[in-house]
């Protein structure tokens, strides 16, 4: 028993301190090619700290007490959204974190955590019998999504409404509606995005009233992906063209590095190797959450756990992507590797939720 419960936390803190480790050695440098090599290095550890005391906390606290008031989190997390939007302060062009000299925090990025709890806990408590009544448990689902990912395109911030979204699919495909709803709802989107595509070639101004010109912009820049114009993209591909296997290229500037382009930047310190390391490790992380998807018992908690694994997997992906050109840049970290201390302490409090449901 003992072997067993050895080789289960292997598989899960082994990857997660490689990732840990090359996440650190990448912020040494980073801080060091722009001169704040105690900003990179010491919060990015300082909230890797934080992130295994969030475990513990998260040991303690019995799931189904979390899932009890996670309406109040919900509510309290959108509340923060609504003040953000007044009091925030601006990065990149995303009003999105409040800022309180010592630290600072994203609201978005907690919603995440809030998010797929409420509806693991809404539509767990849903019965449906028909056409009928899936119509009224998807549009609550839909509603509670909404709120938030309405609030965040206001900042703007596309890659936290994508994420929204990537959730909601997670605990729907749990919840297990017919599959008539996943045909109109692929109409539904293809009817919406070729009316996007349709505005922003035709008709720009309509659409920049529409979106307002900060989320405009954003759309432009995954437009300029499509056609390979992207000075982000560029650097990245040169940093990764020219290292090698075990030794990085170096001395190449990539704007946004230690955050969108962790692994551009991760293969000119240290190689190509260091991206196949990464690589191996999600690999490893995404069949051991998998496997445990399978095991445990309990809609609501097998919905938390589908929605946390889509998220995680799509950010992996995405990040990715992005970083090798196949995907449009859209801002979203990877997962454990990525500078950035709101984004590491919500993985770390979904890692805390999952043991303890393991654990009971």
């Keep these: 028993m003992k ?5 289960d936390k292997l598989f899960l803190f082994g990857p997660l301190f490689i990732l ?11 801080g060091l090619n722009n001169s704040g090599y105690q900003s990179y290095l010491f919060k990015q550890a300082l ?4 992130g295994f005391f969030v475990i513990f906390i998260f040991s303690i606290i019995k799931p189904k007490i979390l899932f009890k008031y996670s309406k109040y989190l919900y509510f309290i997390n959108v509340l923060l959204l609504i003040l953000v939007l007044f009091w925030g302060k601006t990065i990149n062009g995303s009003q999105a974190w409040f800022d309180f000299k010592l630290f600072s925090f994203q609201p978005s990025e907690l919603m995440k955590f809030s998010l797929a709890l409420y509806l693991s806990e809404v539509l767990s408590k849903e019965r449906t019998y028909g056409m009928k009544e899936e119509f009224r448990v998807i549009i609550k689902a839909i509603v509670i999504t909404l709120i938030p990912s309405l609030l965040v395109f206001l900042e703007p911030d596309t890659g936290a ?3 929204y979204l990537i959730l909601l699919l ?9 599959v008539k709803w996943y045909i109109i709802l692929g109409i539904v989107l293809a009817i919406l995005g070729g009316s996007f595509i349709y505005l922003y070639y035709f008709n720009q101004d309509l ?11 954003r759309v432009d820049r995954i437009m300029t992906f499509v056609n390979n114009d992207s000075f982000q993209l560029n650097r990245a591909l040169i940093s990764i063209g020219t290292s090698f296997l075990f030794r990085g290229s170096g001395g190449v500037y990539i704007p946004e590095a230690p955050t969108d382009f962790i692994i551009a930047l991760s293969i000119s310190n240290l190689g190509i190797f260091s991206f196949i390391l990464i690589l191996l490790c999600f690999y490893i992380l995404d069949f051991y959450f998998l496997f445990h998807l399978e095991k445990t018992k309990g809609r609501k908690y097998k919905m938390f756990i589908a929605g946390f694994l889509m998220m995680f997997i799509f950010a992996q992906v995405q990040n990715i992507g992005m970083n090798l050109g196949l995907f449009p ?6 997962p454990f590797v990525s500078y950035g201390g709101t984004n590491i302490i919500v993985y770390f409090m ?3 939720v999952l043991l303890n449901i393991k654990k009971n």
């Design 207 to 217: 659409l920049i009233k529409l979106i307002g010109t900060s989320f405009f912009y």
């Design 350 to 352: 979904f890692l805390g």
């Design 20 to 30: 840990l480790g090359i996440s650190l050695i990448n912020m040494y440098y980073a």
């Design 3 to 7: 072997k067993k419960v050895f080789i």
């Design 161 to 163: 409404i994508m994420i």
């Design 170 to 178: 997670g605990i729907i495909l749990v919840y297990k509606i017919n």
């Design 47 to 50: 909230w890797f700290g934080l």
């Design 329 to 334: 840049i859209i801002g979203l970290p990877l």
